[in-house]
């Protein structure tokens, strides 16, 4: 076909960015399905835990989502992300496994820590629900662009029988080419939105018509200051005596751990406004807004090695 002809096809047979990255992710979406017997979706309620389900219903529809969902609850989640965790779970009609940290701590398998924290204590839940769900697949919405650990990794990341993550062993994947292959008590960790960016997120959801949780969207909230970010007052341990609490318009631009994730000043009450907000941003979301990931300059990689996603 000439350069030409290609240009004169109609727009309903060429595809534009999204779709290319859409057709990618559904693609790796059924080569797990075909690859693996037992695969989960890690699913908290956030936006890429969200496009990732969507991604996966699309990719199997007009049938069911074939997959579990799969979270791990440290107990300082926000509570309006997981009553629409609950509430996507209950529409789908899917089952969801939730391991919870603070069962570890309640029997002493973990410790608080003195930070308040409990992001870093997701892994031993994790390792455990995986192994006790026999998931020998477990997909992540992790994107290279949020951190240079995560910059590292292949869409699918081989993970030993400890569930640690070794760079060295990582394998080619050449005209995407996916090789799914693992010995007894391996497990392999899926990123389908590997290639994707927060503003590629954002705009698939515009085009797609995704509902999100409101926290993402700028509202009233009670907030304090600690480490230059904005930190949602709670029963996790803030704010210190020192520590003024006071209401700002804020929205947030990743959900985790309260303990660990900060708000933004916004006035994004929308989708279009957090996409126009996005695009004169030279932060990632996690080096904006993520506390855990400035323990230390290898401070994901290093709990990436330990079994986290």
Not at 76 to 96: S, W
């Amino acid at each position: 076909m000439t350069t030409t002809a290609a240009r004169a096809l109609p727009d309903e047979f060429t595809l534009d960015h999204l779709d290319h990255l859409e057709s990618e992710a559904i693609h790796i979406f059924r080569e797990v399905a075909g690859e693996f017997e037992r695969p989960v979706i890690l699913f908290s309620g956030g936006k890429d835990s969200v496009v990732m389900v969507h991604l996966a219903l699309k990719a199997f529809a007009p049938g069911q989502l074939p997959f579990a969902l799969l979270h791990v609850d440290t107990g300082h989640n926000f509570p309006e992300v997981l009553d629409y965790r609950d509430a996507v779970v209950e529409r789908l009609g899917v089952r969801l496994v939730v391991a919870h940290v603070q069962d570890y701590i309640d029997d002493g398998r973990l410790r608080e820590r003195p930070d308040g924290t409990r992001n870093p204590l997701q892994t031993v839940p994790l390792l455990d629900a995986i192994e006790a769900g026999k998931f020998d697949a477990v997909f992540g919405g992790g994107r290279r662009d949020e951190e240079k650990a995560r910059a590292k990794e292949r869409v699918f990341s081989l993970r030993d029988s400890f569930g640690a993550w070794d760079p060295r062993r990582q394998r080619p994947e050449l005209w995407d080419l996916y090789n799914g292959k693992h010995a007894p008590g391996e497990h392999v960790r899926v990123f389908p939105l590997s290639n994707w960016t927060e503003l590629d997120v954002w705009r698939y959801i515009e085009r797609e018509g995704i509902a999100l949780p409101d926290l993402y969207f700028a509202h009233e909230r009670e907030v304090f200051a600690r480490d230059g970010m904005w930190l949602s007052a709670g029963d996790w341990g803030g704010p210190k005596d020192s520590e003024r609490v006071e209401s700002r318009m804020v929205r947030y631009r990743t959900v985790g751990d309260m303990s660990c994730t900060g708000a933004v000043d916004s006035d994004a009450t929308d989708v279009a406004g957090v996409i126009l907000e996005l695009a004169a941003s030279r932060l990632t979301e996690r080096g904006a807004t993520r506390a855990d990931d400035r323990m230390s300059e290898a401070a994901m990689e290093d709990r990436k090695k330990q079994g986290y996603f």
